[in-house]
């Protein structure tokens, strides 16, 4: 089943609990804190997988979840990592968390992009020991992973794209010069999902596509070819076919028919995405056993200022090794220049939100229509997530942080009046 499309929810794992624990051995009277940190939680990590070409994956099942961080145990030993999940795609796939794109996949080899992260394990009470806290009678609990509802959409990576009307020959021609073997019949719409194709040039390879036969309107949402169009957006170059054996009138070869064909295709891309007009684009004219061969030789060499490959069957394979032979030097250039046009990769900041810092103090205090008060701040949020405000020492510690980060003094003038306050999703009202 050839699937492009899928929405999914994934939960990247809950980092595991620290400990409270004390160290208790023989003839050692005050051993002191010894409870260790909980794990990571598993993140939830795309790789891609050149072995598939569609997300049928996701077709039945739509929610992943990776594994929760092991807790922390007594002297001082460290909970074990989640195990991260790992969710394979095909090449191209985009990734969008609403309208944002997050990752796009294209012409990557080998590569993980994690798409949540897992929770940070929370720490042991021996974490906190210091020459003012020597008893530290409490511990984080381990944090939430990220959860994200994605849209998957997959965007076939080929080097040329082969479009047309329905029927022109498009799938006999993948068949023809590549191993591919798509359904082919004499009835409009046979090919009712892509094709990828890997053609053989010596020792060179390279990958064609066809999408279903596009007729007027398409980019309106007519037919079936609209629907496909995107798979060709990233195809190096086109290959225009047209019929040519529509355009036999009287055992001669009418050009109008052929260029008006040609220029109904034509205002159907530029409709539909000017990524898609301003691509390189070549023609060929199938079908040419169809016609006299007194005929061949009057057949154009270019339409509209493209270059045209005429004298073409692919159902008897006429011309057809010449057709791949040519379009090999094309592809190769065009390859190159799309390594050149691509943007060079920057370099991405690793953020870490857990440790103590002056991003503690980056918050914002806001009133709401209901008299709620709302605290937002990533890390003084990721701090409440992980307090444990059943435990007087958890409570303690977080009354501090808040005192010396002067959120307890921003909120003072609050304290007179009802009101609630809440730090991200949780309610803090009793705790400051």
């Not at 993980?112 to 020597?134: C, D, L, P, T, Y």
Request: charged letters at 30%; one cysteine or more.
């Amino acid at each position: 089943m050839f699937v492009d499309e899928a929405n999914i929810d994934v939960t990247a794992g809950k980092g595991g609990g620290g400990c409270i624990s004390w160290r208790r051995e023989k003839f050692i009277p005050r051993g002191g804190p010894d409870g260790g940190d909980g794990g990571r939680g598993g993140n939830v990590v795309l790789i891609v997988d050149e072995n598939t070409d569609t997300l049928s994956t996701f077709h039945s099942r739509k929610v992943f979840k990776a594994k929760t961080g092991e807790n922390g145990a007594k002297r001082n030993r460290h909970g074990k990592d989640g195990a991260d999940l790992f969710l394979k795609v095909p090449p191209g796939t985009q990734v969008k968390d609403g309208s944002i794109v997050i990752a796009d996949l294209t012409n990557v080899e080998n590569k993980e992009f994690i798409i949540a992260s897992g929770g940070r394990g929370g720490f042991g009470n021996a974490h906190f020991k210091s020459s003012v806290r020597q008893r530290p009678d409490f511990a984080e609990l381990g944090e939430p992973g990220e959860q994200k509802k994605l849209s998957l959409e997959l965007k076939l990576v080929a080097d040329i794209g082969i479009i047309g009307f329905p029927s022109v020959g498009k799938s006999s021609l993948i068949a023809a010069i590549s191993s591919a073997k798509p359904k082919i019949a004499e009835y409009e719409f046979t090919t009712l999902v892509p094709n990828l194709g890997v053609v053989k040039v010596d020792d060179r390879n390279f990958v064609v596509c066809d999408v279903p036969g596009i007729i007027e309107g398409a980019s309106a949402g007519k037919g079936l070819g609209h629907k496909f169009l995107k798979h060709i957006e990233r195809c190096g170059i086109l290959i225009h076919i047209l019929d040519i054996s529509k355009a036999l009138e009287d055992g001669k070869v009418d050009l109008d028919v052929l260029t008006n064909d040609y220029k109904i295709i034509r205002e159907e891309l530029i409709k539909y995405s000017p990524t898609l007009a301003d691509k390189k684009e070549f023609i060929v004219l199938n079908k040419c056993d169809l016609i006299p061969e007194s005929e061949w030789d009057s057949l154009p060499k270019k339409i509209d200022g493209k270059p045209v490959f005429a004298n073409i069957s692919a159902a008897t394979k006429t011309a057809t090794d010449s057709l791949v032979v040519s379009m090999l030097p094309e592809v190769l250039k065009a390859r190159e220049e799309i390594k050149n046009q691509a943007p060079e990769e920057e370099e991405i900041t690793v953020l870490r939100p857990h440790e103590e810092s002056n991003e503690m103090s980056s918050y914002t205090v806001e009133e709401s229509s209901d008299g709620t008060i709302n605290v937002t701040g990533k890390r003084l949020e990721q701090l409440v997530v992980m307090t444990d405000f059943n435990n007087e020492g958890s409570v303690r510690r977080f009354r501090d942080i808040t005192e010396r980060i002067g959120l307890r003094r921003a909120l003072e003038k609050y304290r007179s009046e009802e009101h609630s306050i809440k730090i991200g999703e949780i309610e803090v009202t009793d705790h400051l």
